[in-house]
């Protein structure tokens, strides 16, 4: 009996198709394929299986039984082992990972624009139709600025067309000595750059201005010597209010002419001391006090010439006076400076958070900050440390930083009379629970106008 003639016969015995074992053959029994106890088994999804012949069963097995030929002993190779699969954070706030001050406040106020995106936008627009310009984060945090570039000789003539663009953060280098505030910001407002391959002059003026203005000190330099960056730990000066009013786009601009001069006198000056004070082999002056005194000694060289050590002398003391002579320049093209703008004191902004980064390394290392309670009582500061908040005193915040590792990275200003910062906000209790409802009363109705939108 062939095996078709056994399936036609009994297919309809119960639905199941019924095959004799067959006797055709002695070794007929070893063609058919049944599945075995240990191919039966939980397989992982992350673990590497051996690949194999599938298993026949029934009328496939009959098949196989009378037209195959016996199965290879071999075994095929295993398959290459896959890769780690990288596990990754997927939380949005990015909880856990360590950024600078910098990326911290980018991701924050992302964070809050994409939480305020619907509701929030100027009066008289629909709730999730908020224009960037209606943005509650782009009113507080970003002004605009105005870049127009000059290119330099022999390409002075090529006009650029002026660019305006928004910002939320300015940002300063720093490193120079009796570097400010307002140092930095002239060099960020004027600098020289490459403008498709051709040196261009580049000057950048205040269009708009946010109501909280955000600068950032940029301490991570680069040395070339050794290839390596750096965390800069010169000492920056700044004060609790800073004007503005010499990098309007609207300032006078005799006044602007002025002062680029002074500006490219003492940027000459200090680029002099900074030759002499911080190359490498720097300082000079106290690389030769040390020789002098490593040669005086009798038993370090003896029968040293004694006019070798005077020529050491005299040099030292050529080059204190042409620090001291740098310096005294210096200062008075900076107070020079200052009395050209002094009289220009109508936009302020008033000093309100102070980010501290304390190491010596820009890969690691401990952030904290100074919060000014304003508008209350502008002469009390806190220290935010991790858990743990204190009240410290004005002159903490503003110190001299020379010689320590903890310098200000960040300086948040608001502008003063902007009403944008209410430090500490206290309700009594008795106070509490009738405004709370009414918000949420509030709060439950622009909920619904907002999930009309989306069904």
């Known amino acids: 009996m062939t095996v078709d003639a056994v399936i036609t016969k009994d297919l309809d015995r ?18 058919i394929v049944s599945p075995s106890r240990e191919s039966v088994s939980t397989i992982k999804d992350d673990e ?50 360590q950024h600078d001050v910098s990326e911290c406040m980018d991701n924050c106020m992302f964070q809050i624009e994409a939480a305020l995106k619907f509701g929030f936008g100027k009066p008289g ?35 650029v067309p002026e660019k305006e663009d928004l910002f939320s953060q300015l940002l300063i280098n720093v490193g120079d000595e009796g570097f400010d505030l307002y140092d930095g910001l002239n060099g960020y407002f004027e600098d020289t750059i490459e403008f498709e391959g051709k040196p261009a002059k580049m000057e950048t003026s205040l269009v708009e201005l ?8 940029q301490r991570v ?28 786009s609207a300032a006078s601009p005799e006044k602007k002419i002025r002062s680029k001069e002074i500006q490219a006198e003492l940027q000459a000056c200090r680029e002099r001391l900074r030759v002499m004070t911080q190359t490498k082999g ?33 040099e030292r003391a050529q080059l204190h006076a042409e620090l001291t002579e740098y310096r005294a320049q210096a200062s008075k093209l900076k107070q020079s400076l200052e009395d050209l703008w002094k009289d220009e004191r109508q936009v302020e902004y008033e000093l309100c958070s102070v980010f501290i980064h304390r190491g010596s390394s820009p890969s690691f290392g401990h952030y904290f900050f100074y919060s000014r309670q304003l508008p209350d009582h502008p002469d009390s500061w806190f220290k935010y440390n991790d858990q743990d908040v204190t009240s410290v005193p004005k002159s903490e ?21 902007s009403d944008v910062i209410q430090t500490v906000k206290r309700i009594p209790h008795e106070q509490q629970q009738k405004p709370f409802a009414e918000n949420l009363s509030r709060d439950l109705e622009d909920l619904d106008v907002t999930l009309d939108l989306f069904l």
């Open 282 to 314: 720097g300082p000079y002056a106290e690389a030769l006090s040390n020789s002098i005194n490593f040669l005086s000694r009798s038993d370090t060289i003896p029968d040293i010439s004694p006019d070798i050590i005077d020529a050491l002398k005299s």
């Open 14 to 31: 119960d639905g199941f198709v019924i095959i004799p074992p067959p006797t055709d053959t002695p070794d007929s029994a070893s063609k």
């Open 397 to 417: 915040v503003l110190a001299d930083t020379t010689g320590s590792t903890a310098n200000p990275y960040l300086l948040v200003y608001a502008r003063k009379g």
């Open 125 to 159: 627009e629909e709730p999730g139709q908020s224009s960037e310009a209606g943005s509650v984060v782009k009113r507080i945090f970003y002004g605009k600025l105005r870049q127009l570039i000059h290119l330099l000789p022999p390409n002075a003539e090529t006009s």
């Open 221 to 248: 330099q680069f040395n070339r010597d050794t290839m390596q960056a750096y965390k800069s730990n010169a000492y920056v000066k700044f004060d609790e209010s800073l004007f503005v009013d010499r990098f309007l």
């Open 210 to 217: 946010p109501p909280i203005l955000q600068i950032q000190l």
């Open 48 to 97: 590497d299986v051996v690949m194999v012949e599938p298993i026949s069963t029934g009328v496939d097995a009959a098949k196989q039984s009378t037209n195959e030929e016996p199965a290879s002993s071999g075994k095929p190779p295993p398959l290459p082992p896959r890769k780690k699969v990288e596990v990754r954070n997927d939380s949005v706030m990015m909880f856990g990972k």
